[in-house]
């Protein structure tokens, strides 16, 4: 894993997110809460559009009537990017969302999903067999217990996949201060820090 280049880039990556919507948020019991994993995601959202990382946003259930749609606060971070409902709860069961991840032609694929253990797990082990790169984002998910959160970090650890956090995806993504990407870097960074003492005092800012 990783051979060719020990951190991430922006050009070789896609955002995949799985799974943002009401009911799911409502049973997350793991150590990250429901309002800043949304916000986690939003910041996901806000750095793969400041550096044109292509996006594939998913949901379950919602034409099948078992679930509502994708959390508005998201919804408005991504106007206008198609999501794709499934029934499947390996996201790569479904030919939509399939075909709409290798029409990103990346092969680096960074992840956000609810829940950890399930839609999120399974997505991340197919993308490995499948042949792409994995990355999952450990404070932009959530589980149904604090066992079931850790356990799926393990199995997709174990796996290959790389853990990491939001801010650090965002800080990997350019690296460099003096960089071009810089400026917009410091926006989406601004922002976060703005948003995130009203959640929490737990996240140095």
Known sequence: MNRDLGVWTYQDCALVLIDYQ???????RS?????????????LARTAKAFNMPIVLSSV???AGINGPTQP????????????DRTTMNAFEDRAFSEAVKKTGR??????????????????IEALKNGY?????TDAVGGRSQTAHRTAIERMSHAGAVPNTALAVLCE????????????????????FA???????EVGV
């Not at 150590?31 to 939003?42: C, F, G, K, P, Y």
């Not at 408005?76 to 990017?81: D, I």
């Not at 680096?108 to 950890?116: D, E, K, P, Q, S």
């Open 173 to 192: 993504s350019f690296r460099d201060w003096t960089s071009p990407q810089a400026a917009k870097a410091r926006e989406v960074i601004g922002w976060y």
């Open 107 to 124: 092969k680096r694929l960074i992840f956000g999903g609810l829940h950890t253990e399930i839609c999120l797990t399974f997505a991340t």
């Open 31 to 43: 150590e990250t809460s429901a309002d800043l994993v949304e916000l986690n995601v939003r910041l």
């Open 73 to 84: 606060a998201i919804l408005a971070e991504l106007p206008g990017l198609q999501v794709i």
């Open 22 to 28: 009401g009911e799911i948020f409502a049973t997350i």
């Open 195 to 201: 948003e995130i003492p009203k959640l929490t005092s």
């Open 61 to 63: 259930g919602v034409g």
């Open 133 to 137: 790169e994995a990355m999952f984002v």
